[in-house]
């Protein structure tokens, strides 16, 4: 068949359609007989039977699991505090990984906010000096100010 690529878009298009209403059609009829309702859990789980079957599923489940980017597989590359937190919970789906390690993720930098907000709040205020710092040495007033030992100014 001759036909330029956006023509085979459009027909690929056309004959998928064609072959998704008559699915449908069909599907509807066996789905609402009774007059029940259909609901979307009803219509995705008759659609996934249809056109993404289990064993695809798991086909692609193992895939996805045996992923490697080089050589390293996708548990590798997760951070070592979220590979720690979620390695032990087994995930399978893999939306449910992408959702616990972005809770993992959002805590930590929870945390972080938190405890550096903490830290920056108990800074503030006070007048902290050096905690060591000259202890037992002489001040010595002058007409310039104060001078410590040694003939330096006072803030040196």
Known sequence: ?????????????????????KWWKNAKLRMGAGGVVITWEMFKGEFLRKYFP??????????????????MSVAYGLRPDIKHLIGF??????????????????????KTNYYKAMNDKRGKGQDRGKPYGDKGKKVAE???????????????
């Open 142 to 156: 002058t007409s310039g100010g104060k001078k410590r030992g040694g003939g330096q100014c006072y803030k040196c």
């Open 89 to 110: 919970s087994q995930i399978r789906d893999f939306a449910t990984l992408v959702d616990k390690c972005r809770i993992c993720d959002d805590d930590g930098k929870a």
């Open 54 to 71: 289990a064993d695809i599923r798991n086909k692609k489940v193992v895939e996805f699991m045996e992923l490697k980017q080089g050589n």
């Open 1 to 21: 068949m001759r036909c330029t690529k956006e023509s085979k878009l459009t027909l690929g298009t056309y004959v998928l359609r064609e072959e998704a209403n």
